[in-house]
């Protein structure tokens, strides 16, 4: 199956800053999803992304599937995008990274 | 809210004991799906079923079964349970039974803690 990296592992940010996290595959994939979970521990749905560029309020993604990567942007962060976030992808079923755990400091 | 339903929200039981665990899909999807968030594993797909047939297994334990009715909700049974066991289980659906080929939205989990 494939493989999905992703990184940092590890984000502390000043609340106002902006950040990128980035998600590589190890083969291509026909689904790819971003995922945040809350510290309350629900998975909610950022995108569904395979290719191209999305973006939602402070929150964009793009995909370059030739590559086998994917970036999520947050601009503007706030304390309550706090959580982790998860990139998930799939030639059947998901198979998602270990998730970058973010913090955002008031 | 993402429209899947997810019950219990937390179980608590002992080891050797069985539980079920249900989940009712979106209105309209016809895949459910099952997950298991551990700590040292991640989140790991474990069932897929389409309009009610079996169409995809992942690491799946021979302890664990499920199942999707003809109203479309599903149930996960844990059996012989073990302290490993212990982590949230979610359900997601999506519309289609294509290979991972389209959304899943993800219901608010279940915490099983076995004690």
């Known amino acids: 199956g494939i493989q999905v990296e992703q990184s940092p592992p590890d984000l502390i940010l000043q609340e106002g800053a902006n950040s990128t996290l980035r998600c590589n595959f190890s083969d291509s994939v026909n689904n790819l999803q971003w995922f945040h979970q809350n510290p309350w521990g629900q998975l909610i749905n950022l995108f569904y992304i395979p290719s191209g560029t999305k973006q939602n309020g402070r929150l964009s993604a793009t995909t370059v599937a030739t590559e086998r990567y994917s970036l999520l942007y947050i601009s503007s962060s706030q304390t309550t995008d706090s959580g982790v976030y998860f990139c998930a992808g799939s030639q059947g079923n998901l198979i998602f990274g270990k998730g970058t755990k973010l913090s955002v400091k008031p | 809210d993402s429209g899947v339903t997810q019950t219990p929200k937390h179980l608590i039981t002992a080891t050797g004991q069985r539980v079920t665990l249900r989940c009712s899909p979106r209105s309209g999807d016809l895949s459910v799906y099952w997950y298991q968030q551990s700590l040292d594993q991640g989140l790991q797909f474990l069932i897929q079923?389409?309009?009610?047939?079996?169409?995809a297994k992942g690491n799946i334990l021979e302890r664990f079964s499920a199942q999707q009715f003809p109203d479309l909700h599903s149930e996960l049974n844990l059996s012989s349970l073990e302290l490993g066991d212990s982590a949230l289980y979610f359900c997601?659906?999506?519309?289609?039974?294509?290979?991972?080929?389209?959304?899943?939205?993800f219901g608010p989990g279940t915490r099983l803690t076995v004690l």
């Open positions: 997601a659906s999506s519309a289609l039974g294509s290979g991972g080929a389209d959304t899943q939205y």
């Open positions: 079923y389409y309009n009610g047939e079996e169409r």
